[in-house]
């Protein structure tokens, strides 16, 4: 997926857009009746375990995702939007110009280090905000410069990424942003909720639906109550049907009363993504003049 003076460099990015993007309301998760920490994310295995859970189909297509992310995305540029429920608060959408180079390993070494980079583009109280990260360079800090008016009388800062002033008001550091860290959280959270034997889940899957103008397919699962380590009541994974990743992925919480509408936990968007378009280490040097780090 919101910064004051003590958090003014806390920039970080995960993930939405206005409904009118999207085939669901805003705040409503889509029926069935309606549908025709590390500083890289690892998942802990990508090969299916006990067979004829629920979970199972989630999982299979979300391997197949990361298959298709290692093997063919090597960067991309988007615009990533994100809306995420801090300490139960709902915050505003965000949007942010976001490149993204992908780790590559090659025979156990990195050769290309996952980086990232962030303008933010609303709303108007950050815009202008800027960070950068790049994986085992400038002793593992990201770089931020706040936007708005803030933005003109505070100083650029190096910050570590899950530290208490980067992490203020944000869910996750910005080392889990990105495609392959979706998905990779979506194998973790399944693979954990298989470990612990719960089958009390609902999976399903739901053609024809678009993100900005794109068609996709909804990935829905949903738990009927709350227990242990359940962390959502509906989650849906929007899958780009042409390119097979995941572009959208919203969470909603049980409802508090019955009748009520699930309440948005997080939700994050990725729209005008271009894959592969070259992106290289100018990209994500701080020095680049394109960017205003001083």
Known sequence: MKWILVSACALLALLLAPSSMFLLAEDAPISRDHLSEPLMRVARSTSPTVPSHPLDPALDLARQGLATIRNDIRD?????VKRERVNGRLGDYEYMF????????????????????????RPSNV???????VEGQNDNKMIAREGGTAGKYLPTVWLRP??????RGQ?????????????L???ERGEQEKRSGNTNVEVSFHQNARINGRPCTI???QYNEPGPNIEFHLAQVFIDDEHQVPVRYVA???PERPGEKPPVLEEYTYLNLKFNVGLTDRDFDVTNPEYRFR
Not at 76 to 80: A, H, P, R, S, V
């Open 171 to 183: 869910l996750y550091p910005i080392t889990d942003v990105g495609l392959e860290n979706l998905v």
């Open 98 to 121: 976001t490149k993204i180079r992908n780790r590559q390993v090659v025979d156990g070494r990195v050769v290309t280090p996952f980086s990232v980079y962030m303008y933010f583009l």
């Open 162 to 167: 899950n530290g208490i002033i980067a992490m």
């Open 185 to 187: 959280k979506l194998i």
């Open 76 to 80: 991309y540029t988007c615009t990533l």
């Open 219 to 221: 990935l829905q699962i």
């Open 127 to 133: 815009q202008g905000r800027e960070v950068l990260f």
């Open 252 to 254: 909603y919480g049980f």
